[in-house]
Nanobody
Framework: QPQLAESGGGSVQAGGSLRLSCATS????????IGWFRQAPGKEREGVAS???????????YYADSVKGRFTISRDNAKNLFYLQMNSLKPEDTATYYC??????????????????????WGPGTQVTVSS
């Protein structure tokens, strides 16, 4: 089964930037989503951004309203690397960040592509702490 590992977390002051990386084992699917999620203490895990790799809709990205305009998801499929560039960080962005992948899903609407239910393989997470 696919293996994922996040890196790039750390501590930063409000207004700063971080770039998270997600390294995956070779994904044996023609179509799949990579999603970035986060979970703060005492809160539910929420979808932050996702990107689709496949046929029709290849490159489609979705963002949660809370990060739109500040975060950018990108990919290097040849290297099995996916990124989350986070700018203008706020204290409320503090959380453990996870990357995850679906298994062979086709195009999805935003609410599903940013939902937990369709993602079957997860990395262990990386901590992001933003201080005010």
């Amino acid at each position: 089964q696919p293996q994922l590992a996040e890196s790039g977390g750390g501590s930063v002051q409000a207004g700063g930037s971080l770039r998270l990386s997600c390294a995956t084992s070779p994904l044996p699917y023609s179509n799949y989503w990579i999603g970035w999620f986060r979970q703060a203490p005492g809160k539910e895990r929420e979808g932050v951004a996702s990107v689709f790799t496949g046929g029709v809709g290849d490159g489609t990205t979705y963002y949660a309203d809370s990060v739109k305009g500040r975060f950018t998801i990108s990919r290097d499929n040849a290297k099995n690397l996916f990124y989350l560039q986070m700018n203008s960080l706020k204290p409320e962005d503090t959380a453990t960040y996870y990357c995850a992948t679906t298994a062979g899903r086709l195009m999805l609407p935003q609410n599903e592509a940013l939902g937990n239910r369709v993602y079957h393989y997860w990395g262990p997470g990386t901590q992001v702490t933003v201080s005010s």
